[in-house]
């Protein structure tokens, strides 16, 4: 089988092209393909398949030609993966499976439709806007950090660091504790810390992340939408631009009235032919 490996600011994913949905990928096949000594290794698996041809996408079929059928490396679904959204879509394009397109690409996912344009080398995505709906905490290393449950088609928790402990000294090996009857089916948790004062934005933001499915990562696009948007809450604005510095690089966020778009760059860097391990 076909693949391509692509990653959005070290959010790294294997594409799989399956045009009419006839791969049968399973999470124990993802798992292996994602394992990184074993396998190809990625932090999850984008499949290109026509949204028609998708149980999942075929709703959306109307309005998008692809659906990405995201998975992240333990073989467990997401609504939403930002980065990916972003790498899927250089992906279409450097394919010829879409056009650039003077308005907005759209891609069907899990978590509805989103639209893509090129924003000059990079690609940006616009998803819908972040929902700040709790309070909550979350258990990292004998702490209890409180932080704010935040919905962006897939579930956040963004969790500011007090000052005195910095990002660079939480131990992010193991996954952050955190309520389960609020996050039934577990949540992406970010760390943050002010960045220093920019020219061009309304804030600047440090992030890491640990993510559901995926452990800790370089990156996380839905994770900087959901940071920016408690950023903004705490400068007591409700729209404006976020610079979100992770791991991998620098994400750009706009929350706008009714949506969020996420930039920054996404590269394609291998292609070749994947002899689908045996997990
Ligand atoms: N890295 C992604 C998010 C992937 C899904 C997440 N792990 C989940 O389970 O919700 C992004 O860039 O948004």
Same mark, same amino acid.
């Given at each position: 089988?076909?693949?391509?490996?692509?990653?959005?600011?070290?959010?790294?994913?294997?594409?799989?092209?399956?045009?009419?949905?006839?791969?049968?990928?399973?999470?124990?096949?993802?798992?292996?393909?994602?394992?990184?000594?074993?396998?190809?290794?990625?932090?999850?698996?984008?499949?290109?398949?026509?949204?028609?041809?998708?149980?999942?996408?075929?709703?959306?079929?109307?309005?998008?030609?692809?659906?990405?059928?995201?998975?992240?490396?333990?073989?467990?679904?997401?609504?939403?993966?930002?980065?990916?959204?972003?790498?899927?879509?250089?992906?279409?394009?450097? #394919? &010829?499976?879409?056009?650039?397109? @003077?308005? !907005? /690409?759209?891609?069907? $996912? +899990?978590?509805?439709?989103?639209? =893509?344009?090129?924003?000059?080398?990079?690609?940006?995505?616009?998803?819908?806007?972040?929902?700040?709906?709790?309070?909550?905490?979350?258990?990292?290393?004998?702490?209890?950090?409180?932080?704010?449950?935040?919905?962006?088609?897939?579930?956040?928790?963004?969790?500011?660091?007090?000052?005195?402990?910095?990002?660079?000294?939480?131990?992010?090996?193991?996954?952050?504790?955190?309520?389960?009857?609020?996050?039934?089916?577990?949540?992406?948790?970010?760390?943050?810390?002010?960045?220093?004062?920019?020219?061009?934005?309304?804030?600047?933001?440090?992030?890491?992340?640990?993510?559901?499915?995926?452990?800790?990562?370089?990156?996380?696009? #839905? &994770?900087?939408?959901?940071?920016? @948007?408690? !950023? /903004?809450?705490?400068? $007591? +604005?409700?729209?404006?631009?976020? =610079?979100?510095?992770?791991?991998?690089?620098?994400?750009?966020?706009?929350?706008?009235?009714?949506?969020?778009?996420?930039?920054?760059?996404?590269?394609?860097?291998?292609?070749?032919?994947?002899?689908?391990?045996?997990?």
């Amino acid at each position: 089988m076909k693949f391509t490996k692509g990653h959005g600011t070290g959010n790294d994913f294997v594409i799989l092209p399956d045009p009419d949905g006839a791969l049968d990928l399973t999470p124990e096949l993802v798992a292996a393909i994602c394992d990184r000594r074993r396998g190809l290794g990625g932090d999850g698996v984008l499949r290109v398949v026509h949204a028609a041809k998708h149980p999942d996408g075929a709703a959306l079929a109307g309005e998008a030609e692809w659906f990405m059928d995201y998975w992240n490396s333990d073989g467990s679904f997401a609504e939403m993966c930002g980065n990916g959204a972003r790498v899927f879509v250089r992906y279409l394009l450097e #394919t &010829g499976l879409a056009t650039p397109v @003077a308005d !907005a /690409l759209p891609v069907a $996912t +899990r978590a509805g439709l989103v639209r =893509a344009r090129l924003d000059g080398p990079d690609i940006a995505v616009e998803m819908r806007r972040p929902r700040l709906y709790a309070a909550s905490t979350a258990a990292l290393g004998g702490l209890t950090l409180p932080g704010t449950a935040v919905d962006v088609g897939n579930p956040h928790l963004v969790c500011p660091l007090p000052a005195g402990l910095e990002l660079a000294g939480l131990d992010l090996t193991r996954a952050p504790g955190f309520d389960p009857a609020l996050f039934p089916a577990g949540v992406n948790v970010e760390f943050t810390a002010p960045g220093e004062p920019l020219d061009d934005v309304d804030g600047h933001v440090l992030m890491r992340v640990y993510e559901r499915g995926s452990a800790e990562t370089l990156s996380c696009g #839905t &994770g900087a939408c959901a940071v920016a @948007a408690v !950023a /903004l809450r705490e400068s $007591t +604005r409700e729209v404006g631009t976020i =610079a979100v510095d992770v791991p991998g690089g620098r994400l750009t966020v706009t929350v706008t009235d009714d949506s969020c778009w996420l930039s920054g760059p996404a590269l394609l860097v291998a292609t070749g032919t994947l002899t689908l391990p045996t997990p």
